[in-house]
């Protein structure tokens, strides 16, 4: 809900993405924590609060930790 976040700071969350830039259609698993809580949203939307998380780990090939910004409520889950 807008302006009441269901995580809170530090909290162990994970998401899922697709990368239709570099590897088309592939998803992957995002492991990592709460690490800034945008309650109403951001300039791209403000109809759910979002989230940036550091990830810790993930089958993404990149290097971790890395900060994904901008994750919507709805795409995250609790560890």
């Known amino acids: ?3 009441k976040p269901k995580f809170k700071l530090d909290d162990k969350v ?3 993405i697709v990368d239709n ?3 088309p259609n592939e998803k992957y698993t995002l492991k990592g924590t709460v690490y800034i809580i945008d309650a ?6 403000n109809e759910e609060p979002s989230y940036d998380i550091m990830v810790e780990s993930g089958d993404y090939p990149i290097g971790y930790p890395c900060l994904f910004k901008h994750i919507i409520e709805s795409e995250v889950s609790k560890c």
């Open 1 to 3: 809900m807008i302006g």
């Open 14 to 16: 994970q998401f899922d």
């Open 21 to 23: 830039r570099d590897f």
């Open 40 to 45: 109403y949203g951001t300039f791209e939307q």
